[in-house]
C-alpha cells in the first residue's frame, strides 16, 4: 500500500478502472455522434424540392415599379421609411403534406420580410405568401439584391 508524506494512503485508479473508464467516454462519444449525424440525415433525406427566386430592390430618391412575373422586384423605394411588397402563391402538387421553409440570402436580407418563414402545406392547399421590403432612414441609395431560397421538404408531423 502506499502512502504520502504525511501518512495518507494515496488511492489510484488500476490500469483495469482506466480502461473501462475510456470505453464508458468513447461509447457516450459515439452515442451523441451518431445521434447527431442521424438527425442531419433524416434532415436533408427530407428535402423533397429546391427553388430559387431572385429579390431586388432599388433605394433611391424617387418611387419606381418593376413588375416581373419571374423574380421578386421592387421597384424603387426611398430611404424614408417607405416599403413595397409582392406576393406569391405557393400551391401544393405533392399529392401529400409538404413543409415549407423560406431563407433570404444577399443584401437585401436586411431589408425584407415575409409573412410565414415556414409553414405546412396541406395537400392540395393553395396560400399566399408576402415579401416586403422597407428602407430605414439614411440608408445609402443603391441596389440591394439576393436570392429568396424555398426549401420544400416532407413534414417530420403531418
Do not use: C, W
Not at 494515496?10 to 455522434?33: E, N
Not at 449525424?37 to 418593376?66: C, R
Not at 440608408?139 to 439576393?146: E, L
Amino acid at each position: 500500500m502506499k502512502k504520502n508524506r504525511e501518512n495518507h494512503e494515496v488511492v489510484g485508479i488500476k490500469p483495469m478502472d482506466k480502461k473501462i473508464l475510456i470505453i464508458a467516454i468513447l461509447i457516450i462519444i459515439i452515442f451523441a455522434l451518431s445521434i447527431y449525424l442521424y438527425s442531419n440525415l433524416i434532415d436533408y433525406l427530407s428535402i423533397i424540392e429546391k427553388k430559387q427566386i431572385y429579390a431586388k430592390v432599388i433605394i433611391g430618391e424617387n418611387y419606381g415599379f418593376d413588375i416581373n412575373g419571374s423574380a421578386l422586384t421592387f421597384g424603387m423605394i426611398t430611404p424614408e421609411g417607405d416599403t413595397a411588397s409582392r406576393e406569391i402563391i405557393l400551391e401544393n402538387i405533392y399529392g401529400r403534406n409538404v413543409r415549407i421553409e423560406f431563407y433570404v440570402e444577399g443584401n437585401i436580407k436586411k431589408f425584407m420580410s415575409i409573412s410565414e418563414n415556414e409553414l405546412i402545406l396541406r395537400k392540395d392547399e393553395k396560400r399566399k405568401i408576402s415579401f416586403i421590403v422597407s428602407a430605414p432612414e439614411n440608408t445609402p441609395y443603391g441596389t440591394y439584391d439576393g436570392n429568396v431560397k424555398i426549401l420544400i421538404r416532407n413534414p417530420i408531423v403531418n
